[in-house]
């Protein structure tokens, strides 16, 4: 993990007495907390023992950003709660051949979507319809500002866990794109 994977927190101190000198020295720890990469797109469990189930798609995954195991449709966390996800396929899939993705434990999303496909006519349609362990997609990269028809089409719909959304960059809209994104995401509030 490099150094820019990490956020520092709060300092803690500690005092100890260092045994034979008679004086007390005061320790200082930095504790770290580790922030995912958003080079790829990522889930972040809240609970370890998960699985991550892909559906229509030949899908790289890895626990560290380095090491990469190919061709998954499911995968089991263990005591991992973070993992990203990567296409293997470099050219643009055909139209209405979407992932779908689903995971069996509450968890978050974020990274940069561009790392599973490209921006083409209903690119990422129905992503993680009715996934009700969804529960926070505010990290999410939706790098383009420009979109194709049905792009994002019900890409949510159904996440009736989801509390927050990505930011939606786009200025640039083509026909039925953002169309029931959010539909029947009852947490949703802005």
Same mark, same amino acid.
Not at 23 to 35: E, G, H, M, P, W
């Given at each position: 993990l490099t150094a820019s994977s990490y956020q520092e927190l709060a300092d803690r101190t500690a005092t100890i007495k260092v045994q034979g000198i008679g #004086? $007390?020295? %005061?320790? #200082?720890? *930095?504790?770290? =907390?580790? %922030?995912p990469s958003n080079e790829y797109f990522w889930i972040k469990f809240e609970e370890t023992d998960g699985t991550v189930n892909i559906e229509n798609s030949n899908i790289s995954y890895s626990f560290d950003g380095d090491t990469w195991v190919n061709g998954a449709k499911s995968i089991s966390m263990g005591k991992n709660k973070l993992v990203y996800l990567k296409d293997l396929k470099t050219s643009l899939k055909p139209i209405y051949d979407n992932i779908r993705i689903k995971f069996t434990k509450r968890a978050k999303v974020g990274g940069n979507i561009s790392s599973? *496909?490209?921006?083409? =006519?209903?690119? +990422? *349609? @129905? @992503? +993680?319809? $009715? &996934? #009700? @362990?969804?529960? &926070? =997609?505010? =990290?999410? %990269?939706?790098?383009? #500002?420009?979109?194709? $028809?049905?792009?994002? @089409?019900s890409m949510f719909k159904?996440?009736?866990s989801l509390v927050a959304a990505p930011t939606l960059p786009a200025t640039t809209l083509a026909q039925y794109c953002y169309y029931n994104m959010f539909y029947g995401c009852i947490r949703l509030v802005s």
């Open positions: #004086t $007390n020295v %005061i320790l #200082t720890v *930095r504790q770290k =907390a580790f %922030i599973l *496909r490209g921006m083409e =006519a209903y690119g +990422f *349609r @129905y @992503y +993680f319809e $009715n &996934n #009700t @362990y969804l529960t &926070n =997609a505010s =990290a999410l %990269i939706l790098p383009w #500002t420009t979109l194709e $028809n049905g792009c994002y @089409y159904g996440c009736t």
